[in-house]
Nanobody, 125 residues
Framework: QVQLVESGGGLVQAGGSLRLSCVVS????????MGWFRQAPGKERDFVAA????????DYADSVKGRFTISRDNAKNTVYLQMNSLKPEDTAVYFC??????????????????WGQGTQVTVSS
């Protein structure tokens, strides 16, 4: 069984930074592509960023490009989301997700097989 556990969320002022972490346990982590999604109250869960199994390719939603950076450490079974220049509209629950096609970058929720429980990020103005 694969488990994903996010951490690092919290309350931050606009313009500040946070780093989210997602630790993956269970079956092999290094072969999986990883993604981050977010869900604001009353809205759908939206794609934020994705990274291939090697870390060689990444993808970002236009709304976060240039401010957020996704990375991974396969030795630690961990994927990160560094969030800089945060805005109030970044407020949401952030979820990490994984799928077994490690070479595939995808923005589609349905392509991901495993999900974490989420961590709250609140950005005050």
């Amino acid at each position: 069984q694969v488990q994903l556990v996010e951490s690092g969320g919290g309350l931050v002022q606009a313009g500040g930074s946070l780093r989210l972490s997602c630790v993956v346990s269970g079956r092999t982590f290094s072969g999986r592509a990883m993604g981050w999604f977010r869900q604001a109250p009353g809205k759908e869960r939206d794609f934020v960023a994705a990274i291939t199994w090697s870390g060689g390719k990444t993808d970002y939603a236009d709304s976060v490009k240039g401010r957020f950076t996704i990375s991974r450490d396969n030795a630690k079974n961990t994927v990160y989301l560094q969030m800089n220049s945060l805005k109030p509209e970044d407020t949401a629950v952030y979820f990490c997700a994984a799928h077994d096609r490690g070479y595939l970058l995808t923005r589609k929720r349905g392509e991901y097989d495993y999900w974490g429980q989420g961590t709250q990020v609140t950005v005050s103005s």
